[in-house]
């Protein structure tokens, strides 16, 4: 599922720093996070980097949005072609994601 911000977003911009994929922008009221971006941090974390600074727990699975580690990791690897390191872990099958805990 893809990472979203709920309007119990306090705009104070922990979580966009945090994103590996530049997913997280500020929106008119709240931050968003486009989803076409967010690979749920698949290949950089074991777990959501939003979620876990996030003070008042507002980032969010999105149960319109499911998808797969396999997706998740490809679309990393799409966003980031000049990251060795990712290509590498991938390729062996060794790098980190919530689905892997």
Not at 36 to 64: I, K, R, S
């Amino acid at each position: 599922m893809a990472t979203y911000i709920t309007e119990d977003c306090i705009n104070c911009g922990a979580c966009e720093p945090e994103c590996p994929n530049e997913a997280i922008s500020e929106g008119d009221e709240i931050y968003v996070i486009d989803p076409e971006l967010c690979t749920e941090c698949v290949g950089f974390y074991d777990h959501e980097a939003c979620q876990a600074v996030c003070p008042v727990e507002c980032c969010l699975p999105n149960p319109q949005i499911v998808e797969t580690e396999e997706a998740l990791i490809a679309r990393a690897i799409k966003l980031h072609p000049d990251d060795a390191d990712l290509q590498k872990r991938a390729a062996a099958n060794d790098y980190p994601s919530r689905f892997r805990k």
